[in-house]
């Protein structure tokens, strides 16, 4: 039991690092009355804290690399911890985004490649693979619990006293440094500004870009970027593709900058030589793709059950709970099937499982919720992603060798939030868009509305409508000087587009996963991959030039 006293302290902090998103989905309504804001906002939240994260991780494992891996670690929960806490206290929208976005964002940056590298440094071996898998498990149980802890102490207590306890267990985790083994620093104390600034800004770019395409329009403006009075429309476009295409180019300047850096001697933020390697590659890139599912559903079946069913926190986590235990199961059972399983047999299976569950999921979605379907459908989706998780972080990382660590740590990390993000601000884009554009359609094909009110709406859909609950469109429309003959014939077509608009999310989700499954068929096809570990899907990195 011993020996695994470290794996507890770095699975203590796995887990507060993926809880916060996932009680922040659960409390949305909560979080939007006590602060005065609106979901759009508290999707802004979630979104600038992945990307946050995902955008400096590379920085963050580079820190470690120059100051220890353990320091860094501590370091960073700190921040962590003092990040939850202004959140926790949190008077508005403003406070929580600086709270939890940046100052969280800042610390998890510091924490996650630590615990990474730190595993990989701690164990070797069968047991090095044994941890790594339960730390995708953790993972799974951090956002499994989530809902449950979260919906529970929103509705018994308040939703910052999670944020609050997350505080505590940083101090605890802390106490606890002196258990753990570092490896030696680098030599090296070179920090690579250039190839930080330009990730960043690429990554930030692309990201902001997909946030706003339900707002801006993803093509066509519809409310368009607006500087000092000005739209911004390029060549008569939404400026989200040029943002997007923008971002593009900068992480291509990146790669580039990063080759320089490489020649001159010097060293760069990440090596590109990492990414020759097959086995990392393909790794990354199911992790993004795992992490745009679990994004994107995760923000939109709070929002079914609390937004179209009325259910608060506590009852939506509740219906939650056959996923969350699914999830934790599968995810903890993922390890040792992978003793006579490939990877490669795993992750597709469990991508399988998301996508029937998600499919079920999307037949179930109705004003009236169908418990017994609902359940499977969440139950099985969860034991997919629980098979997923389990084994992603292995295969990324049983792609290098120690003197890569760090940086394929901080890879990890990155690809894992911007797919989070990226879920988050696609998948929610589509929700907007889709509700604005199915409230409008429904509204002017309906006879019994007025030629008054049809412009009206049209008005007010043109930048994206608000998601709001059923017994809150009488007053909305009360205040928009609707008739009141009037006002039952809309609250109709509102809610049946917001019924069409998260089945539309939803299959967007399914895609995505989709997509996962045909980039698991170049994962590891051989049981047991273990770090260094290769097979015929795997193409170690070429020796570094510097």
């Known amino acids: 039991m011993k020996r695994w006293l470290v794996l507890i302290i770095l699975c203590a902090a796995q887990f507060i690092m993926v809880l916060d998103t996932t009680v922040m989905n659960v409390s949305v309504a909560a979080v939007v009355e006590d602060l005065d804001t609106t979901i759009t906002q508290v999707q802004l939240a979630i979104t600038l804290y992945t990307l946050v994260m995902g955008s400096f ?9 120059i100051f220890g891996r353990k320091r860094i670690f501590g370091i960073g929960l700190l921040v962590y911890g003092a990040g939850s806490l202004i959140t926790a206290f949190s008077p508005s929208i403003g406070w929580l985004l600086f709270g939890w976005s940046f100052v969280e964002g800042a610390g998890a940056v510091l924490v996650m490649p630590a615990i990474i590298s730190l595993t990989a440094t701690n164990y070797t071996g069968k047991d090095r693979a044994t941890a790594y898998g339960a730390l995708g498990g953790i993972a799974a149980a951090g956002a499994a619990a989530g809902p449950l802890i979260g919906g529970w102490v929103t509705e018994a207590l308040t939703w910052r006293v999670v944020f609050a306890a997350e505080t505590v267990v940083c101090l605890a985790v802390v106490a606890c440094l002196k258990l753990i083994a570092d490896s030696k620093v680098s030599t090296s104390r070179q920090i690579d500004w250039g190839g930080t600034i330009l990730s960043s800004l690429g990554l930030g770019l692309v990201v902001l870009g997909l946030l706003k395409a339900g707002t801006w329009g993803l093509i066509r403006p519809s409310g368009a970027l607006t500087i000092a009075g000005t739209e911004i429309t390029p060549f008569g476009f939404s400026v989200v593709p040029f943002m997007i295409g923008a971002g593009i180019v900068v992480l291509v300047g990146f790669l580039w900058w990063e080759n320089r850096v490489v020649a001159l001697g010097k060293t760069p933020l ?18 993004i793709a795992q992490q745009t599912v679990i994004g994107g559903v995760f923000f939109v079946i709070p929002i079914y059950l609390q937004y179209v069913l009325l259910k608060n926190a506590f009852e939506t986590g509740i219906k939650l709970a056959p996923m969350s235990i699914a999830m934790l199961i599968a995810a903890f059972t993922g390890p040792v099937l992978a003793r006579r399983m490939s990877p490669r047999l795993i992750v597709s299976s469990g991508l399988i499982l998301v996508i029937v569950g998600a499919l079920i999921l999307v037949s179930t979605v109705d004003p009236e919720l169908r418990d017994a379907m609902f359940g499977v459908g969440m139950a099985v989706f969860g034991a997919g992603f629980g098979l997923v998780a389990s084994q992603l972080g292995n295969v990324i990382m049983s ?24 879920g988050v601000a696609m998948i929610g884009a589509i929700l907007i868009g889709a509700l604005s554009a199915g409230f409008n359609d429904a509204a002017q094909t309906d006879p019994d509305i007025s030629a008054q009110t049809k412009a009206v709406i049209a008005e007010a859909t043109e930048d994206g409508v608000e998601i709001v609950a059923r017994d809150q469109l009488d007053e909305i429309a009360v205040a928009n000087g609707i008739p009141a003959g009037e006002v039952s014939s809309l609250a109709q077509a509102y809610v049946d587009a917001q019924i069409m608009a998260i089945k539309a999310s939803l299959l967007l989700a399914i895609a995505f996963a989709i997509l996962g499954l045909l980039i698991a068929q170049r994962l590891p096809r051989i049981p047991g991959v273990e770090l260094g570990a290769t097979d015929d899907a795997t193409t170690e990195a070429p020796p570094r030039s510097a």
């Open 57 to 65: 991780m590379l920085f963050g494992g580079r820190l470690g690399d």
């Open 270 to 287: 990440m090596h590109p030589e990492l990414l020759r390697g097959l086995q990392l590659r393909n790794g990354l890139v199911m992790l």
């Open 399 to 422: 792609s290098v060798g120690d003197r890569d660590r760090g940086e394929a740590g901080g890879l990890q990390g990155t690809a894992q939030n911007i797919g989070m993000s990226i």
